[in-house]
């Protein structure tokens, strides 16, 4: 699995789809039969996990069916094969030029069996399983729109071929899409569309194709990684492995066996993984499979690291990055640049380090990944701490801190706004836990030793402000919760006294690059996230603030409204986490007003987290404080 981690090792990768394609009939010319008989053997290679077998064989049926026109549905099975074998040897770009090839060859088969409606199913079934195997190979580059759009067509194409419980060929395509698309959601932090497409998946192959259960429990498996519950996604990683062993594939046994090493990583059950990362690195090497020989290079970083031993971990991270650059996985190898400017920095390697997480942030913005480009910040922030406390010389460079105050307060507030994205409240309250809380301890930190009192003053009226329930009319607002508020505005208060003194010790651990939330995939009214310029040093002495953007909001009312009757719903802080316990729908608070004239709280910020990121942060009301 990933996360990629999607914080622990890269998020999961887009995940194989149908198995090469078989053809339907055997062909009687002399020449269509031996291209049949490549096919077969290829297949044959591929179930066994020998990729680079299968690719020679599948290319030489290729070469062999390309001179008979009437051989066009052979030629396109062979183009469709050779396409699965380069994809798990990791030669995406290569394998999604056959895919289209492929698709060129429907066209034609579409005209050739025009009138005939048994002929013209097989072509739609045939040409639904390219777009699928197309969408996996394009997620493998990054490029996730249109990996969307060929799911989509595909899927459409399938629901005009009725799913039948005697039609195993159109059932297994049907598991095909629903693991892609659980892939491509995994690739988007939408995890809770992620989980119902995985449970969905493998209620289908229960029922028509129990072989293939192996794909939706290893996707279960990430899912319930990224979101908290390590135990179920221990659960699902063992079940994975079984169903891989018992449907005799070796190659996602492998994969299983890396997402359950994942977990272990995780718990700190360091020797377990170490047994699984090194008998599976030996399978995968072997194997030729790149995008999963970078995963385990990858997670064996991370166990240097916690072994302390980051020179090693440099090492695994650099051989990690080029293979999945080479095969073209480039949003995964910019999460481990993320892992390796943290090993850098341990090194005290600065600008090395620094230069890693700008080369990450560039591929996330790249990518519209705003929320891992809020993560990256967050860590950035983390090491310019470090260095501001801990570097070299006898007094702190203050524009560090100045640069990490102007990263971490709106990395902050976009890591936060995901919880209100969020249907269940036990996964707003482990989004809280693990991921918002931290950054916002970060943000609060770094204000009070910027010595900005302004901003310390408006991050603490920001967190007591408290939640507004999800009302669905139009006018719907936020509540008045001031009684709420202040009765937690003594213990916020605290916050700001101890973290004007000595801080506690950072962790220094990258970021998980997880969590349940769409909050990346901004939605139809808010643009992708923009590349990340490189942070202007901020002056502590102005409170650390970023400069203001060049376009403010200007749909801001410019007093706050006054309170109206949906305001009896705002929770106060104490009361929002009964709320989430009870897993009551809320909503992005609205934004503060300090005063009766002046900013409201924490303004700029917002703008240049929603501007930088691409999410919604704050809701559009102004309410008053006072």
Not at 528 to 546: E, F, I, K, N
């Amino acid at each position: 699995m990933t996360t990629t981690d999607r914080g622990v090792g890269p998020e999961p990768g887009p995940e194989p789809g149908p198995e090469p394609v078989r053809l339907p009939t055997e062909p009687d010319d002399e020449e269509l039969a031996r291209v049949a008989a490549l096919i077969d053997q290829g297949n044959d290679a591929f179930l066994q996990g020998e990729f680079r077998t299968a690719h020679a064989l599948f290319d030489q049926a290729v070469d062999a069916a390309a001179p008979f026109d009437q051989a066009l549905y052979v030629h396109t099975s062979a183009l469709v094969n050779r396409a699965s074998a380069a994809d798990r040897l990791g030669e995406h770009p290569a394998a999604v030029a056959s895919y289209r090839e492929a698709l060129g060859l429907c066209d034609r088969l579409a005209e050739a069996v025009t009138g005939d409606a048994a002929g013209s199913e097989v072509i739609v079934v045939l040409r639904a399983g390219v777009l699928v195997n197309l969408a996996q190979a394009l997620q493998n580059t990054g490029d996730f729109d249109a990996a969307q759009a060929s799911l989509e067509r595909a899927r459409a194409l399938l629901v005009v071929t009725p799913e039948n419980g005697a039609d195993t060929d159109t059932a297994e395509l049907l598991v095909g899409c629903l693991v892609s698309l659980t892939a491509l959601t995994i690739q988007r932090e939408q995890w809770a569309r992620a989980h119902e497409l995985a449970t969905e998946s493998l209620d289908v192959v229960t029922r028509h194709h129990p072989g293939l259960t192996g794909r939706p429990l290893l996707n279960l498996a990430t899912i319930h990684e990224a979101t908290g519950r390590p135990d179920l996604a221990e659960d699902f990683a063992h079940q994975a492995v079984a169903a891989f062993r018992a449907s005799d594939t070796p190659a996602g046994v492998a994969e299983a066996r890396q997402s359950l090493a994942q977990t272990y990583l995780r718990s700190g059950r360091l020797d377990e993984a170490e047994e699984l990362l090194t008998e599976g690195q030996e399978y995968v090497e072997r194997a030729g499979m790149a995008a999963q020989s970078a995963l385990g290079l990858d997670l064996l970083g991370l166990l240097a690291v916690l072994r302390g031993d980051p020179v090693r971990a440099d090492e695994l991270y650099v051989r990690s990055i080029a293979r999945f650059e080479e095969s073209g996985a480039v949003v995964a190898a910019a999460e481990v640049r993320v892992r390796l400017a943290a090993a850098l920095h341990a090194e005290r390697r600065y600008e090395e380090s620094e230069a890693q997480i700008q080369a990450a942030l560039a591929v996330f913005a790249a990518g519209g990944l705003g929320l891992r480009c809020a993560q990256a910040d967050f860590f950035h922030a983390t090491l310019l701490e470090d260095r501001w406390v801990n570097g070299p010389g006898t007094a702190p460079d203050p524009a560090l801190l100045g640069r990490a105050v102007g990263l971490a307060v709106p990395a902050a507030l976009a890591i936060d706004a995901v919880r209100f994205t969020l249907v269940s409240g036990q996964q707003r309250e482990r989004w809280t836990r693990e991921f918002a809380a931290p950054a916002m301890a970060l943000a609060f930190r770094l204000a009070a030793r910027a010595g900005a009192a302004e901003l310390v003053n408006e991050l603490i009226e920001s967190q007591c402000a408290g939640t507004p329930l999800m009302d669905a009319s139009p006018d719907a607002s936020a509540a008045d919760g001031r009684a709420g508020a202040a009765s937690v505005r003594a213990g916020a208060a605290s916050v700001r006294a101890g973290a004007a003194g000595t801080a506690a010790e950072p962790s220094l651990a990258p970021p998980r690059f997880l969590g349940p939330s769409a909050f990346p995939a901004a939605s139809a009214s808010s643009g992708p996230a923009t590349t990340p310029a490189t942070s202007a040093s901020r002056d502590p002495a102005s409170g650390g603030r970023p400069d203001p953007p060049s376009h403010p909001l200007s749909h801001h009312p410019s007093h706050p409204r006054p309170p109206g009757p949906a305001d009896t719903f705002r929770l106060g802080t104490a009361l929002a986490a009964v709320a989430a316990s009870a897993g009551l729908r809320v909503s992005p608070p609205p934004r503060l007003a300090l005063r009766p004239t002046g900013p409201v709280a924490l303004d700029p910020y917002i703008s240049h987290a929603e501007t930088r990121y691409g999410g919604r942060i704050r809701d559009d009301r102004v309410v008053p404080t006072w």
